[in-house]
Nanobody, 125 residues
């Protein structure tokens, strides 16, 4: 099993930036992909981005493409989400997730078996 702990959320003005971090522990050798999802009040959880752990292949939701960047640090077992040009519509709880089997393209919630506790991101207008 993989345990995940997110950090880096907060309050930022529209147009600002934040970087989220997600540290993995446990059976990290089994990680196939790590992803970020978000859930706004009254809405379903939605895919944001993911990275295939060993090869670094990335994928983004259209709503964040060109503004968000996912990256990973193998040595630290950590995945990051750099969020630029934030908009009020980006306000949500952001969750980190890990897939420990090949679930390519790994863009659905069901593709990920381990989840963090979530971190709040609030963008004011």
């Amino acid at each position: 099993q993989v345990q995940l702990v997110e950090s880096g959320g907060g309050l930022v003005q529209s147009g600002g930036s934040l970087r989220l971090s997600c540290a993995a522990s446990g059976r990290t050798f089994s990680i196939y992909a790590m992803g970020w999802f978000r859930q706004a009040p009254g809405k379903e959880r939605e895919f944001v981005s993911r990275i295939i752990w060993n090869i670094g292949n990335t994928y983004y939701a259209d709503s964040v493409k060109g503004r968000f960047t996912i990256s990973r640090d193998h040595a630290q077992n950590t995945v990051y989400l750099q969020m630029n040009s934030l908009e009020p519509e980006d306000t949500a709880v952001y969750y980190c997730a890990a897939a420990t089997r090949n679930t390519y393209p790994s863009i659905r919630s069901a593709d990920f078996g381990s989840w963090g506790q979530g971190t709040q991101v609030t963008v004011s207008s």
